[in-house]
Nanobody, 120 residues
Framework: QVQLVESGGGLVQAGGSLRLSCAPS????????MGWYRQAPGKQRELVATITTSDITNYADSVKGRFTISRDNVKNTVYLQMNNLDPEDTAVYYCNLRGDDVRLRGLEVWGQGTLVTVSS
């Protein structure tokens, strides 16, 4: 059973920074991409940023220039550096992993979510 362990959420003032981390536990044959999504109260879950094993990144327009996604391929850990945070960034942030299990079946795993609260 593959699980994602997230850390780094918390309370920060507007203009501040936070860094989220996510690492999988369990056996995975291949990771294709990892990323972060978020869900604010009363809203649908939305993409924040993703990164492939080739370091191809994709960002939501609302976070471009403020957030940076990166990964450590040795540790299979993905990071989300969030700068110049705005109260609109307040949400539960979910880590996501897409890849293949040891039987080469497609795999998609979600983390339990970490709360980011930005005060004005």
């Amino acid at each position: 059973q593959v699980q994602l362990v997230e850390s780094g959420g918390g309370l920060v003032q507007a203009g501040g920074s936070l860094r989220l981390s996510c690492a999988p536990s369990g056996v995975i044959f291949r990771i294709n991409a990892m990323g972060w999504y978020r869900q604010a109260p009363g809203k649908q879950r939305e993409l924040v940023a993703t990164i492939t094993t080739s370091d191809i990144t994709n960002y939501a327009d609302s976070v471009k220039g403020r957030f940076t996604i990166s990964r450590d391929n040795v540790k299979n850990t993905v990071y989300l550096q969030m700068n110049n945070l705005d109260p609109e960034d307040t949400a539960v942030y979910y880590c996501n992993l897409r890849g293949d299990d040891v039987r080469l079946r497609g795999l998609e795993v979600w983390g339990q979510g970490t709360l980011v609260t930005v005060s004005s």
